[in-house]
């Protein structure tokens, strides 16, 4: 890191539930991209506690499982379609680097993503 930065790294994060009690993964949770959107919210918070935001992000690591609605296949265009809501826009266009990473499975069956998130503060004046 370059003197007078500091990096902050966010753990797994994970979706909020929608519904506990839906009968589905979908129901509790959303489909890849809905879970996607939960999660970058979820960091657009833990950012905003810290005093960053999205495009303070320089790196993501994301983990998705097949998904059985799929053909039990990882849907990588929904987790691009919400990439695309938050990073590379006229809002943020921060195009941050990002491993995107087909794993077996995560702690909750109804996980479909996890991410984790490295932001740098930025430099002080």
């Known amino acids: 890191l370059p003197a007078g ?3 902050f790294w966010t753990s797994g994060t994970v979706p909020s539930v929608i519904n506990k009690d839906g009968a589905t993964t979908y129901e509790r949770y959303g489909d890849t991209y ?3 959107v939960s ?14 935001t999205l495009k303070d992000v320089v790196y993501l690591r994301v983990y998705l499982v097949p998904d059985a609605a799929k053909e039990n296949r990882v849907d990588y265009p929904g987790w691009f379609k919400a990439y695309g809501e938050f990073f ?3 809002q943020n266009p921060a195009k941050t680097a990002r491993s995107t ?9 109804d996980w479909l993503i996890e991410i984790e998130a490295f932001a ?3 430099a002080k004046p």
């Open 5 to 7: 930065r500091s990096v």
């Open 34 to 36: 809905t879970q996607g």
């Open 39 to 52: 999660c970058l919210r979820n960091i657009e918070q833990v950012l905003a506690s810290q005093g960053l």
């Open 88 to 90: 590379n826009n006229a």
């Open 101 to 109: 990473v087909g794993v077996q499975s995560l702690v909750n069956a």
């Open 120 to 122: 740098v503060y930025p």
